[in-house]
Nanobody
Framework: QVQLVESGGGLVQAGGSLRLSCAASGRTFTMGWFRQAPGKEREFVAGISRSAGYILSADSVKARFTISRDNAKNTVYLQMNTLKPEDTAVYYC?????????????????WGQGTQVTVSS
């Protein structure tokens, strides 16, 4: 059974930073971070290949968020800087058995429970 456990969410003022972590059990996967704001569809934030050789980020966060991973710890991170109120959402990490990074959440096989990020203005 694959388990993904996110941590690191919270309340932060606009302009602040947070780092999300996602610990995965079992094998090494292609990983992605998604987010879902109230009343909106879940959207892709960033993805990273198994070796961290390939990274893909949404245009809305590219200059502010950085995805990384530590395979020795089977953990993926999302460093979020210069946070804006519009970044407020539940953030989910997801794992994919296949190698390619995908932006469509339907291509991911396993999901964490989500962690709330709230950015106040």
């Amino acid at each position: 059974q694959v388990q993904l456990v996110e941590s690191g969410g919270g309340l932060v003022q606009a302009g602040g930073s947070l780092r999300l972590s996602c610990a995965a059990s079992g094998r090494t996967f292609t990983m992605g971070w998604f987010r879902q704001a109230p009343g909106k569809e879940r959207e892709f934030v960033a993805g990273i290949s198994r070796s961290a050789g390939y990274i893909l980020s949404a245009d809305s966060v590219k200059a502010r968020f950085t995805i990384s991973r530590d395979n020795a710890k089977n953990t993926v991170y999302l460093q979020m800087n210069t946070l804006k109120p519009e970044d407020t959402a539940v953030y989910y990490c997801a794992a994919r058995e296949a190698y390619r990074i995908e932006t469509d959440d339907g291509h991911y096989d396993y999901w964490g429970q989500g962690t709330q990020v709230t950015v106040s203005s």
